[in-house]
């Protein structure tokens, strides 16, 4: 007896092949689940809340998230395939596939007397080969537009309808062409993703500056401005308590009403040097010219009066994290303090306007020069759909983020896995003793993405595999599943890619874990809670 077992009782241990039967059938318990959904024409799951509140997705990252996974071992993949997504925006669905897959391979071998060890070593040797093998599948890329948009078309048709899926993928690729700058990171949060539910999803579009998801705070205050300077500024134009807790005492109401006056006027004079900047920026042969104050801080009605009798458009308490965008969108600079207020400090937009739906109020800044920050306006009929497709949308972005950053795409529907596993199964007979099987598993297992997008489009996967094979080793090049025929077809002159990172993070995730598990022998649940006295 185990020293462990002799210090609790109570706990719970399953060992060797029964640790292991645990592993594989927690794997492949969310591999099954999630098989479905891989592929354009994978089926949606829904979710539904404790709340009553629906979901229909078919998002693995979105779905592992949502879901409540009780099983460790599948908490545990769960968790990796969510980090996919993190490092790489997509690939989750695939990783849950792979690894259950990897495992159902070696639990033939281990059932028959192979040892965990010898498999594991197998996976790594495949892994090595396998990611030489992606590197020659490699297609390098102009960042032109018309590739970009294959990319992001190949994303989001896995995660969307193909109408909802188009759309959005010219949108998703002018929004990261405008951020991107040569040989600098593209900084996705630069991208808004503002929703807006009415109309339908085919009325989304891409704004090329900013919406902001409050209006003016006064009446007489203009809603449509043209040619506009703006002002970016975290200035407070209303009464503050003083930071420090100090006490005044005064002998009559004179010097109360003079205390009063000059903290109005410490005010006034703030808002006096903005109302003079514009009238200076604003006259002559600027004269048809407006102006529009977005402040981080508050406004009190007094300031708001004085700015709304000389035309100008006041926003307060904007998010902090809009301050940056305007600036990047509009041009000038953040100002902190009204003592050095020039026209250089100014951002420019031909068109400020404010656009009410039901409750709530929306600015719009449109007609920047030249936006290094831009707003995604996502239009639908209901909550869940807007929620589909800002979940899409993110992976779209960063799906064409990838392939600028490496250079480089894969060839996709299934084509790398069908070379790769070609590739395997000619490198197993370079390998000498029991490992070769792990090779062999390892190939075996890479198989399960072109047979679940096939099974997915109604096709027989094993007819399919074999067809595509087939094509390969007469033709040597890489093909890929057309799901509308089921039959072979280049994924070059169909235009669908795959990222190099997310296939490269694939490989190496999914045989790490697999590996870890297949080489658990024991499984102890044993909590505190079980060591208490009287506990069950």
């Given at each position: 007896?185990?020293?462990?077992?002799?210090?609790?009782?109570?706990?719970?241990?399953?060992?060797?092949?029964?640790?292991?039967?645990?592993?594989?059938?927690?794997?492949?318990?969310?591999?099954?689940?999630?098989?479905?959904?891989?592929?354009?024409?994978?089926?949606?799951?829904?979710?539904?809340?404790?709340?009553?509140?629906?979901?229909?997705?078919?998002?693995?990252?979105?779905?592992?998230?949502?879901?409540?996974?009780?099983?460790?071992?599948?908490?545990?993949?769960?968790?990796?395939?969510?980090?996919?997504?993190?490092?790489?925006?997509?690939?989750?669905?695939?990783?849950?596939?792979?690894?259950?897959?990897?495992?159902?391979?070696?639990?033939?071998?281990?059932?028959?007397?192979?040892?965990?060890?010898?498999?594991?070593?197998?996976?790594?040797?495949?892994?090595?080969?396998?990611?030489?093998?992606?590197?020659?599948?490699?297609?390098?890329?102009?960042?032109?537009?018309?590739?970009?948009?294959?990319?992001?078309?190949?994303?989001?048709?896995?995660?969307?309808?193909?109408?909802?899926?188009?759309?959005?993928?010219?949108?998703?690729?002018?929004?990261?062409?405008?951020?991107?700058?040569?040989?600098?990171?593209?900084?996705?949060?630069?991208?808004?993703?503002?929703?807006?539910?009415?109309?339908?999803?085919?009325?989304?579009?891409?704004?090329?500056?900013?919406?902001?998801?409050?209006?003016?705070?006064?009446?007489?205050?203009?809603?449509a401005l043209k040619n506009a300077y703006i002002l970016t500024c975290n200035i407070s134009l209303e009464y503050e308590k003083t930071e420090v807790n100090a006490g005044f005492f005064y002998k009559n109401a004179e010097e109360r009403d003079r205390l009063v006056g000059s903290e109005r006027k410490f005010i006034d004079d703030r808002v006096q040097k903005i109302v003079e900047l514009k009238r200076k920026v604003c006259s002559g042969d600027d004269k048809d010219k407006t102006f529009v104050i977005i402040n981080q801080k508050g406004i009190d009605p007094f300031s708001l009066d004085v700015l709304a009798k000389d035309g100008i458009l006041a926003l307060r308490r904007a998010k902090r994290r809009n301050m940056e965008r305007i600036t990047l969108a509009c041009g000038g600079e953040a100002m902190n303090s009204v003592e050095s207020l020039t026209k250089d400090c100014l951002g420019y937009a031909e068109d400020v306007y404010e656009h009410v739906l039901g409750e709530e109020k929306f600015t719009f800044i449109e007609g920047c020069k030249n936006p290094k920050s831009v707003t995604v306006l996502l239009k639908g009929s209901t909550k869940y759909i807007l929620n589909q497709l800002?979940?899409?949308?993110?992976?779209?972005?960063?799906?064409?983020?990838?392939?600028?950053?490496?250079?480089?795409?894969?060839?996709?529907?299934?084509?790398?896995?069908?070379?790769?596993?070609?590739?395997?199964?000619?490198?197993?007979?370079?390998?000498?003793?029991?490992?070769?099987?792990?090779?062999?598993?390892?190939?075996?297992?890479?198989?399960?993405?072109?047979?679940?997008?096939?099974?997915?489009?109604?096709?027989?996967?094993?007819?399919t595999i074999v067809k595509l094979q087939h094509e390969y080793a007469t033709s040597k090049i890489p093909v890929g599943i057309d799901i509308a025929t089921g039959e072979a077809m280049e994924p070059k002159s169909s235009g669908i890619y795959d990222n190099y990172r997310v296939k490269k993070q694939l490989i190496h995730s999914s045989t790490s874990i697999a590996s870890n598990l297949i080489l658990v022998d024991e499984i102890l649940r044993a909590g505190l809670s079980s060591l208490r006295p009287g506990a069950q």
């Open positions: 007896m185990s020293a462990i077992t002799t210090l609790n009782p109570k706990a719970e241990s399953a060992r060797q092949a029964q640790a292991l039967a645990i592993n594989i059938s927690a794997a492949r318990g969310l591999a099954e689940m999630l098989k479905t959904n891989l592929g354009p024409k994978g089926t949606m799951k829904m979710l539904v809340s404790g709340a009553g509140d629906i979901k229909i997705t078919k998002d693995g990252n979105t779905l592992l998230h949502e879901m409540q996974i009780q099983h460790p071992t599948a908490s545990l993949i769960s968790r990796a395939a969510t980090a996919q997504d993190d490092i790489t925006g997509d690939g989750t669905t695939s990783i849950v596939l792979l690894i259950g897959e990897l495992l159902k391979q070696a639990d033939i071998y281990i059932s028959e007397g192979l040892h965990p060890r010898i498999v594991a070593e197998g996976f790594e040797l495949a892994k090595k080969e396998a990611l030489l093998v992606l590197d020659k599948c490699k297609i390098p890329i102009a960042n032109d537009r018309e590739t970009l948009v294959q990319i992001a078309r190949t994303s989001l048709r896995t995660k969307l309808f193909i109408e909802n899926a188009d759309i959005l993928t010219d949108i998703a690729v002018d929004a990261v062409l405008a951020l991107h700058e040569q040989g600098k990171p593209t900084d996705l949060n630069m991208v808004e993703i503002m929703e807006m539910q009415h109309r339908t999803e085919a009325d989304s579009r891409l704004v090329r500056g900013i919406v902001l998801d409050h209006g003016g705070r006064h009446p007489s205050m203009p809603k800002k979940d899409a949308l993110r992976d779209g972005l960063r799906s064409i983020t990838n392939a600028i950053e490496d250079g480089c795409v894969i060839p996709g529907g299934g084509a790398f896995e069908i070379v790769a596993h070609q590739a395997l199964t000619q490198y197993k007979e370079q390998v000498k003793g029991r490992a070769r099987l792990g090779v062999q598993a390892f190939a075996e297992a890479l198989l399960i993405i072109p047979k679940a997008i096939a099974q997915n489009a109604g096709h027989d996967q094993q007819e």
